[in-house]
């Protein structure tokens, strides 16, 4: 599809932003009316996230008519929040209005087994209560003001009167953070579980959207009027797609790069169930409209290491590496070259000064390449009919029958 006039050149022309997924995204949008918060992500997955970028993208959609929908989809089987939308009373910090973390009972060693870390993580953070817009608006606040603060105390030249209310304001600050953190903990369960299958446990693809969750509470502005979840979706997605491309394969391939992948290997799916068969790479190329020898490559990408050890048939004897060919020499042979070099060095040494260096360097012997008469004269300062008369003089000489006798057993 063709942008519009009214698409927002300053999106288009983000670093980072491959245009194909921006109109993939309009189009989606346009069908529905709106874009989920995660595909708009994944739109900037490759750009620096600020909330600059998060106005420039929403501005844009929203001159087409298209909203970007931020809610927040958590699993039922795990969200222990109350049912119909009711809400726990909220304990709060009489200080500075900061909700105390409502984890109830916590369970203990006795009460799971070992392989259910998974469940009792879900059931501790699901007794963590969920954030409305004030309140979200009011810790990322504090957070700010913990970090202009600590600061502030850096730079020093702060007596110490304010040092001690700085201190309180990074105080309040990284309780704030804290409780933003783990309110949105479901959030980052949410989006991780999307990711399942594709070569990182999904324990592993939490923490790594933890950390971009807090990434995101750290650089949240919250005077731009965006909800929370809407920019820290856009962390998490990129810090889990980016642990994806980083941990999943045992050669590691760009961030970039795996994303280019992903659209390959989709395409080839959607080839293969419309037409039951494999795409050839022209057939690719097209669908794609990318160069057919950008597809190879990327085809070149796809392919996993295998190891050598691996299991052949249904014995346990019989490894990959059992089956494919070793063009090292072997330590015979590594002899026998050794003892070759050595005669010939004993040939060449019987020769004259002069005649020695036209062969050595007419055969590249000792050296990086063989050398022209041309170039062996201009070296030798002679002329190029009279190194090939001196190197035919030679070479006759180290064929006389006293000379190949030295070397006939090396024929056999």
Not at 99 to 128: C, H
Not at 202 to 226: H, P, R, S, T, W
Not at 335 to 349: F, G, M, R, T
Request: charged content about 30%; overall charge negative.
């Amino acid at each position: 599809m063709e942008p519009r006039e009214d698409e927002s050149p300053a999106v288009l022309a983000l670093p980072g932003v491959v245009d194909h997924d921006w109109q993939a995204l309009v189009a989606r949008g346009r069908t529905q009316g709106f874009v989920h918060a995660e595909d708009v992500a994944h739109v900037v997955r490759d750009v620096e996230l600020t909330t600059d970028v998060l106005i420039s993208v929403s501005d844009a959609l929203a001159k087409l008519g298209i909203e970007i929908d931020d809610a927040v989809e958590v699993d039922a089987d795990h969200d222990a929040t109350p049912a119909s939308g009711r809400r726990r009373r909220r304990q709060m910090d009489d200080t500075a209005g900061i909700p105390r973390v409502n984890r109830g009972r916590r369970a203990t060693s006795g009460d799971v087994t070992a392989g259910d870390g998974m469940r009792m993580y879900l059931q501790e953070i699901g007794r963590v209560d969920l954030l409305n817009a004030d309140e979200e608006r009011h810790l990322a606040r504090l957070v700010a003001e913990g970090i202009e603060a600590a600061a502030t105390i850096d730079a020093g030249a702060v007596d110490d009167t304010e040092r001690r209310q700085l201190l309180r304001q990074v105080s309040r600050g990284q309780r704030a953070r804290h409780a933003l953190t783990q309110a949105n903990l479901r959030l980052v369960v949410s989006i991780a579980k999307r990711y399942t299958n594709r070569g990182v446990q999904l324990l592993d693809l939490i923490q790594e959207g933890n950390l971009g969750l807090m990434k995101a509470v750290e650089k949240f502005d919250y005077a731009k009027g965006f909800k929370f979840s809407t920019y820290a979706t856009w962390w998490i997605r990129q810090a889990v797609t980016r642990s994806i491309a980083d941990q999943s394969r045992t050669i590691r391939i760009p961030v970039h790069m795996v994303e280019h992948l992903n659209r390959l290997l989709r395409g080839r799916r959607e080839f293969l169930q419309e037409f039951r068969r494999e795409p050839t790479v022209p057939e690719l190329a097209e669908s794609l409209h990318m160069p057919e020898d950008r597809v190879s490559e990327l085809l070149r990408w796809s392919q996993e290491p295998l190891s050598l050890d691996s299991p052949v048939g249904d014995g346990d004897d019989a490894e990959l590496g059992d089956f494919v060919a070793d063009d090292v020499a072997g330590p015979a042979s590594q002899v026998e070259a050794l003892d070759l070099e050595s005669k010939i060095v004993e040939l060449l040494d019987s020769l004259g000064e002069r005649e020695r260096e036209i062969v050595q360097m007419r055969f590249g012997l000792g050296l990086d390449r063989p050398r022209t008469l041309e170039e062996v004269g201009a070296e030798l300062g002679v002329t190029r009919e009279r190194i090939r008369q001196i190197e035919a003089k030679t070479l006759a000489r180290l064929r006389s029958p006293l000379m190949a006798e030295r070397l006939r057993e090396f024929l056999q």
